[in-house]
């Protein structure tokens, strides 16, 4: 199985901060990448797919990038709302999660 | 609108089966795969496996040997059964829909306990 590791694994930031968060796979996922936001029970919520295409509905401030092994969550301009654990995952082949990164406000 | 809900059983007994419904609207079995998806408290989320369009399934190969879903595309409901489960097995199980799991259902939270 493809292990996805995230870093941080927990990540404080204020209100208006760029904030980047990363996700390394063990293998190539040839961008089959997806990242989603948890907010306390809640369910999950996809905001990019794909690596890089931005759900319907989703914010501008939310973009994701990366190739290969290596990919990246970014948001631009960080909101109160945004407040969430965020969980990559590739389904390039057996679909499979990071353990996530929290996001905290400063 | 797309909507999925799952419903069952709050607790379990160890050794026992769990038997899960997912109840989806907006959108055809036909057309879109499903997927299961379970998260112990407080921690990570975990693929557990997969009814496809055309009724294949997929499943998690450290649950395989307990695990099978199917479907009854009249009713849109999809079904999980694991069996002899342990207490690892706590977790919220979630379905959510298509290969890029876009919509998804609120969760049922599922106790292994005696």
């Known amino acids: 199985d493809i292990q996805m590791t995230q870093s941080p694994s927990v990540l404080s930031a204020s209100v208006g901060d760029r904030v980047t968060l990363n996700c390394k796979a063990s293998?190539?996922?040839?961008?089959?990448l997806n990242w989603y936001q948890q907010k306390l029970g809640e369910a999950p919520k996809l905001l990019i797919y794909?690596?890089?295409n931005l759900q319907t509905g989703i914010p501008s401030r939310f973009s994701g990038s990366g190739s290969g092994t290596d990919y990246t969550l970014t948001i631009s301009s960080l909101q109160p709302e945004d407040v969430a654990t965020y969980f990559c995952?590739?389904?390039?082949?057996?679909?499979?999660f990071g353990a996530g990164t929290k996001l905290e406000l400063k | 609108q797309v909507q999925l809900k799952e419903s069952g059983p709050g607790l379990v007994q160890p050794s026992q089966t769990l038997s899960l419904t997912c109840t989806v609207s907006?959108?055809?079995?036909?057309?879109?795969?499903v997927h299961w998806v379970r998260q112990p408290p407080g921690k990570g989320l975990e693929w557990v496996g997969a009814?496809?369009?055309?009724?294949?399934?997929d499943y998690n190969s450290a649950l395989k040997s307990r695990l099978s879903i199917s479907r009854d595309t009249s009713k849109s409901q999809v079904f999980l059964k694991m069996n002899s489960l342990q207490t690892e097995d706590t977790a919220i199980y979630f379905c959510?829909?298509?290969?890029?799991?876009?919509?998804w259902g609120q969760g049922v939270m599922v106790t292994v306990s005696s």
């Open positions: 959510t829909r298509s290969r890029i799991f876009d919509y």
């Open positions: 907006g959108f055809s079995l036909t057309s879109n795969s």
């Open positions: 009814i496809w369009s055309g009724g294949s399934t």
């Open positions: 293998q190539n996922i040839n961008k089959y």
């Open positions: 794909n690596t890089n």
């Open positions: 995952f590739q389904h390039n082949s057996w679909p499979t």
